[in-house]
């Protein structure tokens, strides 16, 4: 079962994906929102404002961050979120894993959450950027993947896919290795940056060193805005909502790959007959190699 995402969510969703980089009183209102949302829904901005001790301008400043041209915009989207959200309560699993959970109960609300985070990670991203990355893409030279820890496992995965359709590609995850590629990188070629927090200093370096040197520059990340974003031709934005399941490994690496395998699919949409072709090469090759 897959769930399909749904585009009223996308007010909650996108203040968790700000939340890290708020200041001080925004991350407060923020909170306030994801703790109380039915509180602020049935509000005033005076009541509003005066619950938060903000001042009312402030509140609107907040709405406006999140796209909104003020809070009647606001207010107005937001019930709606929330009804939609109340009337799908009841086919939404508790996430948090007890100790009388059987096997099958404990694959159900895994499955729950890789559907939130799935559903999450289609509200939060750029559809209009994702296919300006698939043109750069299609266009390039050259293609690196930069990431460290988890993220430098996801990128050599979609190494390797990208590779098997015909694809000029590397990945790197040493920072070292990282920094002085980027410092070869040059007009026609792109660096996809995958940075879950998008606070990587060495993910982050190495897509500033590849954008001064003249390479289109992605980053897959998080949080809106984030350094790595400052760094970034497009950004990519993946979901966390995950609840205390399993801490934050297992939403984090499937948001990247689920980003990834989009653009795989996007890449082989446009030029299937290419991909075809290329992708029975690179499985022969090795066949014959394993054969042998």
């Known amino acids: 079962m897959v769930t399909t995402p749904n585009e009223s969510s996308k007010i909650l969703d996108t203040i968790g994906a700000l939340q890290s980089s708020l200041t001080k009183t925004e991350k407060r209102i923020a909170e306030q929102i994801l703790i109380t949302p039915e509180l602020i829904a049935q509000s005033s901005l005076a009541e509003i404002a005066k619950s938060l001790n903000v001042g009312e301008a402030t509140f609107i400043r907040f ?47 895994l499955q729950s959450v890789i559907n939130n985070v799935v559903g999450e990670t289609i509200n939060l991203l750029d559809f209009d950027a994702l296919s300006n990355v698939v043109k750069e893409l299609r266009k390039a030279k050259r293609i690196y993947l930069f990431g460290v820890g988890s993220s430098g496992v996801v990128a050599d995965g979609a190494k390797n896919k990208l590779m098997r359709i015909g694809f000029q590609v590397d990945a790197e995850t040493n920072n070292h290795f990282m920094y002085m590629q980027a410092s070869l990188m040059r007009k026609g070629d792109v660096v996809i940056g995958i940075s879950h927090s998008g606070t990587s200093p060495e993910t982050t370096k190495a897509l500033e060193i590849a954008k001064q040197a003249g390479a289109v520059t992605v980053a897959i990340t998080h949080n809106l805005r984030s350094p790595i974003t ?63």
Do not use: H, M
Request: charged fraction near 25%; glycine fraction near 6%.
């Open 63 to 109: 709405c406006r961050t999140l796209g909104f041209k003020g809070f009647s915009d606001f207010k107005l989207d937001f019930a709606i979120e929330l009804a939609t959200q109340s009337q799908q309560s009841s086919d939404l699993l508790d996430t948090t894993i007890t100790a009388k959970d059987s096997p099958k109960e404990i694959a159900s609300k």
């Open 230 to 292: 400052k760094v970034s031709d497009y950004v990519l934005n993946n979901g966390n909502r995950q609840g205390q399941l399993q801490g934050d490994s297992v939403g984090t690496q499937i948001t990247q790959l689920f980003v990834l395998d989009l653009i795989y699919a996007l890449l082989v949409q446009a030029e299937k007959e290419k991909a075809k072709q290329s992708k029975q090469k690179t499985v022969a090759v090795i066949e014959q190699q394993q054969n042998k």
